[in-house]
Structures are given as C-alpha cells and as structure tokens.
C-alpha cells in the first residue's frame, strides 16, 4: 500500500463564501475533465500525489499551504462530486471530526448510489478502518488523526487524512492509494514534509517486519502480561524510552482468544490501540532484539525545492510539469473566458 504524506502549518481560518463558490465551479470541470481525457485511475494517480494535491488546491484559491488547504479542498470535492449534478461516478466519504467517525455510513450510501456489490462495500470499509488506524497507531509520529476521507468510485479508492501535532502547531497528511489486500508493511512514495520528526515509532517500515511478527506471537502465546512486566523494570535503566502505563488488558485478552493469523488482525480488534502496539514494539525490541525503524518516513521538505536550496535547490523539470498540467486542465475548463484569463495568469507568474 503505497503512500504519501505532507506537512501543514496549522491555520484556524475558514474559508470566504465566495471564494468556496468559486472553489466548487472550478474543481467540478477539472474533475471532469481529468477523468474524460485521462481515464478515472489518473484521476486517482494525481491525488495520490501530495505535489498535485496541493497545486490543485493552491489553483482553486490558497495562495499558500496550511491544513485548511485539506479540509477545503476535500469539503469543496465532497460536496461536487456528491452532488446528483456532478455526472461523475466518483464519491467521496468521510471528512473533519465527527463526519470521519460516520465514514462507514457515508461509504454504504454512496457505494449503493453507484452500484458497487456488497462485498466490495466492505473492503472498502475495512480498507478505510486500516488506513486510520495504521496512521494513528501503526506509524506514531506524534500526529493525531483528526480529518479522514475516502474517495472512491466503482473500480478505485484511495485514502486522504490529516493529523496534527498540538505542540507544534503543524499538521501533516497522509495520502494512501492501496488496494484490496490488507497489509501493513506498505512503500511510501513523494513524501514531503516541513521538518522530520526525530521519534517515530514505524511499523509499516520493512525493517520492522520480524518486530511485528514477534508482537504478534507475544499476543498469540499468552506472554503479553509477563514481558510487559519485564519491559517496566528495564526501562528503569534506560533513558528516553516512553512505556505506556495504561493498557486495554481485556482487548488483549480477547485478541489471545482470537489467536490472529496476522499483525494487522490485530489493528481489527476493538481496543488494540496505540499504546498497545508501542507496548508490543517496545517489548519485541526490548526484551527479544527484534527492532523497530525510528527513521520518519518522510523524505524532503518542500514539493520542487527551496527557492534558497534549503533543503534542495529547486526542480524545474517536476515544477514546470506541475504548471503546464494545470495550464492545460484551465484551458480545457468550462469556465467564462474572463475566470480563463484570470486564472492563467496567475499560474503563469509562478515562472
């Protein structure tokens, strides 16, 4: 399962009405298009990619990037393209706060308004549960999750989140484009990050492969309480290891009765959350020398580059690819020419 992350300044701002409408009147035609003259995977191909999420919300109206740009861009995508007027067979479930909670609802409604079987309603569930709960307790890289959305149409999905580190003020993204199978052990691809965190815990890593697999035999042979005791009293020699003291001893007792086949079973039972999976790293890593990647798998700082070549000086090739495509969605746009214009322009100083 391939993905991508960015980070965010935090900006507690909202949106003017009227550039949201405008928003909406643009993004519906460059939806459109993309999908009639490149195919629907293309369309999904591009939000994958955090450098082309990113210039399409910057097209639609940020002049520069924060966490609104998420949520705005995909409010402005939901409300189109769930629209009965979009004539596009693509949803999107899911959002900010609670309406992430009901994206499982969100995702029957819709998979049902386009026809998707019932058994694929619910790999689309389950792959939407994998995704929050692989970025909020698999990946800890001190970002709660806190915007979740699925987009999603007869034949693709992909997963779009936000979380945010409270103590930094910055919030950072998460694009996952997976398929079917549920895996843990995924590749990060275009990552770009304002700054990379110095404690991760990473399980998705494949460095971390035989520390899940002695997690889960912890779980699976009943040792969990024993070695959780020993992990306490050999922290107490070592420094900057963060145990958690509270654990859901009755969800790990269930996953016990369970007897999961796979680590990410685990991530499906009910109260195995991120203190437990820290607890089993820390005690795989600790106690049986299985480590974990603490390497953030964030890659570089900025889309194209710096303008002072902090962190690298700026790729012209990839940001001229970036403007032209763009130009050539604007010129095709059912927008008026005075819009055309005005939109043109502005892309066209960004050389």
């Not at 086949?261 to 790293?281: D, H």
Request: net charge positive; with cysteine.
């Amino acid at each position: 399962m391939p993905e991508s992350s960015i980070y965010l300044p935090l900006h507690r701002g909202k949106a003017p009405y009227w550039l949201l409408g405008r928003m909406k009147k643009l993004a519906l035609p460059v939806v459109r298009i993309i999908v009639e003259e490149f195919g629907e995977r293309e369309f999904f191909d591009r939000m994958a990619d955090p450098i082309f999420f990113q210039s399409f919300s910057n097209v639609l109206g940020f002049d520069w990037n924060s966490s609104g740009s998420t949520t705005v861009l995909m409010g402005v995508l939901k409300s189109v393209l769930n629209s009965s007027q979009s004539n596009v067979d693509i949803r999107v479930a899911g959002g900010k706060g609670k309406e992430g909670i009901k994206t499982p609802e969100h995702i029957v409604k819709f998979a049902e308004e386009l026809g998707i079987p019932d058994i694929n309603i619910r790999k689309l569930i389950n792959a939407s549960r994998f995704a929050a709960k692989t970025d909020s307790s698999v990946l800890q890289d001190s970002y709660d999750i806190y915007h979740h959305c699925i987009i999603f149409s007869r034949k693709h999905f992909l997963v779009i989140q936000q979380g945010m580190n409270s103590a930094t003020k910055m919030a950072r993204r998460y694009h996952w484009k997976p398929d079917f199978e549920i895996c843990c052990e995924k590749q990060h691809y275009g990552i770009a990050a304002e700054r990379r965190e110095r404690e991760v815990l990473d399980l998705t890593s494949r460095r971390s492969r035989e520390n899940r697999e002695t997690a889960l035999d912890i779980i699976r042979d009943n040792t969990f309480k024993k070695d959780y005791r020993r992990l306490l009293s050999i922290i107490r020699y070592r420094e900057g290891v963060s145990v958690p003291r509270r654990i859901n001893w009755k969800a790990v007792e269930t996953a016990y009765n369970l007897q999961p086949s796979r680590f990410e079973e685990l991530l499906f039972i009910k109260g195995i959350g991120k203190g437990t999976i820290r607890a089993l790293a820390l005690i795989s890593d600790l106690i049986y020398n299985r480590e974990y990647s603490r390497q953030d798998p964030a890659k570089y700082c900025f889309a194209v580059g710096g303008k002072d070549g902090v962190p690298f000086p700026v790729n012209r090739q990839s940001y001229d690819e970036v403007i032209e495509f763009m130009r050539d969605i604007i010129k095709q746009s059912e927008l008026g020419d005075f819009e055309k214009l005005e939109l043109l322009r502005k892309i066209g100083s960004l050389r």
